[in-house]
């Protein structure tokens, strides 16, 4: 079983920016896929950004030039750096390494 724990949400203005942690219990983090998917209420969930165990690195559009994704083996973590938030970017945050998910962590950006 692998349990995933988010952390970092908050309360942030327009073009602030968050750092979100995911930290994975068990062995099966550095040879793994790490995602983050957003859900915004009334949405679906939406892949924001993954990373591969190589370090190769994916991004939905709507975060590319802004968010950037990165993990640390040795600690079992993957982050989400996110920069120059928009209100559109509000939503609970998930990471997820296939097929566990975290339990989210909500972002607001406000106006």
């Known amino acids: 079983q692998v349990q995933l724990v988010e952390s970092g949400g908050g309360l942030v203005q327009t073009g602030g920016s968050l750092r979100l942690s995911c930290a994975a219990s068990g062995s099966i983090f550095s040879t793994n896929t790490m995602g983050w998917y957003r859900q915004a209420p009334g949405s679906q969930r939406e892949l924001v950004a993954s990373?591969?165990?190589?370090?190769?690195?994916k991004y939905a559009d709507s975060a590319k030039g802004r968010f950037t994704i990165s993990r640390d083996n040795a600690r079992n973590t993957v982050y989400l750096q996110m920069n120059s938030l928009k209100p559109e970017d509000t939503a609970v945050y998930y990471c997820k390494l296939d097929p566990y998910w975290g339990q989210g962590t909500q972002v607001t950006v406000s106006s």
């Open positions: 990373i591969t165990s190589a370090g190769y690195t």
